[in-house]
């Protein structure tokens, strides 16, 4: 049995100097320690390479999932590939680093609060949290459009070969729940996406409209059919902890410097088991 601790953390945005150097202080406490990287390491194939390798020599093991940024193609990226293309190139990236992605076996951590399966996930979203008051996507998107509240996916993140990220998220969602289904019953689950599995965490955004980039009411019930002991998530850059159906939530995200400089010295790492206040 592990004597480390399991750790989260998301929303590293390495491409700010700040927030290199965050990471480069990012260290186990003990040498079985296991980090969570929640996805949004960076946008260039280079960042993102640099960050995951300096982690996965630091900890016994390293799982991630992807953000959007990860599946940006930035026009100054050498790496060109778009989509699904370059989705399964930053798999193979994380392959040839001892990285745990979403296309592998799930690992069982062990240690204290396990044995529980740790799911990475990868599941985008389809516009379902839509902007309040109106009913389909097109209406949402104009909503957003009109606010001038626009997330940059729609811009530099492709989903070729699908028409769109619905219809990417529709694919990855039904993957996704078939692996989830086929885990043993009897173990609990961490479930890592880098979306919040659940609307409600999107309530305290101060712009409504971004909530339909944050997820998909497809997996609204997850974290119960699926056993979750912890649902871990970024993205939104509010990083705490919340409770919903009587699971616990932890949002983990550094965020940017100017939102993490609000907090004071950013300690990002968030302990999953056993739940801890954060280092």
């Known amino acids: 049995m592990a004597s480390g601790s399991l750790y989260a953390v998301s929303d590293l945005h390495v491409v700010y100097a700040e927030n290199r150097q ?13 980090l969570i990287v929640a996805g949004d390491v960076g946008e260039f194939f280079a960042d993102i390479e640099w960050a995951l390798t300096l982690l996965r020599d630091r900890f016994a093991r390293v799982i991630w999932a992807p953000g959007n940024h990860e599946l940006w193609t930035p026009p100054d990226d050498p790496v060109r590939l778009r989509g699904v293309a370059r989705y399964e190139a930053l798999v193979g ?3 040839r680093l001892g990285v745990l992605t ?12 396990g044995p529980v399966t740790i799911a990475p996930l990868f599941t985008l979203y389809d516009y379902s949290f839509r902007a309040p008051g109106v009913h389909t996507k097109e209406e949402s998107l104009r909503r957003a459009h009109a606010a001038g509240v626009v997330c940059t996916d729609e811009m530099l993140l492709h989903a070729d070969p699908y028409a769109g990220a619905d219809d990417w998220c529709r694919a990855r969602v039904g993957l996704t729940e078939r692996r989830l289904a086929a885990c043993d019953p009897d173990r ?11 609307r409600r965490p999107t309530d305290v955004l101060y712009y409504p409209e971004f909530a ?11 974290h119960l059919r699926f056993r979750a002991a912890a649902v871990v998530y970024g993205h939104l850059h509010i990083p705490r902890t919340t409770w919903h159906d009587g699971v616990r939530f ?15 010295v950013p300690r990002p ?11």
């Open 22 to 34: 965050v990471v480069e202080g990012l260290r186990p406490v003990r040498g079985d320690d296991w």
């Open 212 to 222: 339909q980039w944050c997820g998909t009411e497809l997996t609204a019930d997850w």
């Open 188 to 198: 609990p689950t961490v479930l890592v996406n880098h979306y919040p599995l659940v």
């Open 102 to 113: 979403p296309e592998d076996d799930y690992a069982v951590w062990d240690g204290a609060g």
């Open 269 to 279: 790492m968030r302990a999953i088991f056993p739940a801890l206040a954060r280092v």
């Open 250 to 264: 932890e949002e983990v995200s550094l965020g940017y410097p100017r939102e993490w400089r609000r907090r004071g």
């Open 93 to 95: 990236l994380c392959r």
